[in-house]
């Protein structure tokens, strides 16, 4: 159930999350897949919520976090 209030579905994320986590490093986590689809989509509707909220409640979310990116860095030159 999707919740009202950020802190809530937050909770529920996490909460979420840390099942999988235990249903994937199961040994049998084949036999868990169905279940562990249905926690996904949960994950994903609860961060859904809270993404429509601060879209209406227009409020300011954190800076943009940094992408990242690797660093060519030129051969040395053979100084001969």
């Known amino acids: 159930m ?23 490093t199961a040994p049998d986590a084949e036999t868990c897949l169905n279940q562990m689809n249905r926690l996904m989509w949960v994950i994903i509707e609860h961060a859904a919520a809270i993404k429509e909220r601060e879209v209406e409640n227009h409020v300011p979310s954190l800076p943009p976090r940094s992408k990242l990116s690797v660093v060519h860095r030129p051969e040395p030159r053979d100084r001969t």
Request: aromatic letters at 0%.
């Open 2 to 24: 999707i919740a009202n209030n950020t802190i809530d579905d937050c909770d529920a994320i996490i909460d979420h999350a840390t099942l999988l986590c235990v249903l994937t």
